[in-house]
């Protein structure tokens, strides 16, 4: 079973407007983190936010947020005002285990286009 | 700002014979990491490493697979024979051990292996 689910495998929005990136996980854990990735088409793997499980806030980085919604196992990954720079593949990802154990499981990926 | 390097950036090479992807992780940093991309696919864990030994693999890093610290700052990942399907981006990641920023793993550039 899939553990980070991304259901929008591509998206098309236009520049200046805010977008939403859908993310649920599955863990039995109740320490967990979770994190937004950003891999454009050099490939390189940029990180983006981070939300720990205990955190009762929503992360927030300039003009990206975490719409954290623990009860619903959602991590949606929210892009206000748009850029062409934008135009990327975004992945959503989520720490298992602790300590020197630790791993990252990542999403199959949205590939977000930004339309001038 | 510091981050992780890796070399090389592309390397071509002929099934069988050994690579080695090489790894410069944040300075302060303590627990590393070897991921690895196939084309169009997500991001998988490979290995992770820990005061000088594996902490955690997955089934993908079998006996071919080899990681080492050969000194304070390089981390490298070796391939004995390679095979086809080992044509891959490799990305290391780095993470700190304490601090504000200790649940994040930051991933290198990545090297792009092509097997022929």
């Known amino acids: 079973a899939q553990k980070i689910t991304q259901t929008q495998p591509g998206m098309f929005v236009q520049e200046k407007e805010a977008v939403t990136l859908d993310c649920t996980y599955d863990?039995?854990?109740?320490?967990?983190?979770l994190f937004w990735y950003k891999q454009p088409s050099s490939g390189e793997m940029i990180f983006l936010i981070y939300?720990?499980?205990?955190?009762?806030q929503n992360a927030t980085e300039g003009r990206y947020s975490l719409n954290f919604q623990k009860a619903r196992k959602s991590a949606n990954l929210v892009i206000s005002a748009s850029q062409l720079g934008d135009s990327a593949m975004y992945f959503c990802?989520?720490?298992?285990?602790?300590?020197?154990?630790?791993?990252?499981?990542f999403g199959k990926g949205t590939r977000l286009h930004i339309l001038p | 700002e510091p981050e992780v390097t890796q070399t090389p950036s592309h390397q071509v090479t002929q099934m069988g014979q050994e690579v080695i992807l090489r790894c410069v992780p944040i300075?302060?940093?303590?627990?590393f990491y070897w991921y690895r991309q196939i084309l169009g696919q997500k991001v998988e864990f490979l290995v992770s490493?820990?005061?000088?030994?594996?902490?955690?693999k997955s089934e993908i890093f079998d006996d071919q697979f080899s990681v080492e610290r050969p000194d304070g700052s390089n981390f490298t990942l070796k391939i004995r024979s390679t095979k086809l399907e080992d044509s891959a981006m490799y990305f290391c990641?780095?993470?700190?051990?304490?601090?504000?920023?200790?649940?994040?793993?930051?991933f290198g550039p990545g090297t792009r292996l092509l097997v022929l």
């Open positions: 939300q720990g499980s205990y955190d009762q």
């Open positions: 990641a780095s993470r700190e051990l304490a601090g504000a920023n200790q649940e994040t793993q930051y």
């Open positions: 490493f820990y005061n000088n030994e594996i902490s955690e």
């Open positions: 300075s302060n940093h303590l627990y």
């Open positions: 990802a989520m720490r298992e285990g602790k300590g020197r154990d630790d791993k990252i499981i």
């Open positions: 863990t039995s854990d109740p320490s967990y983190g």
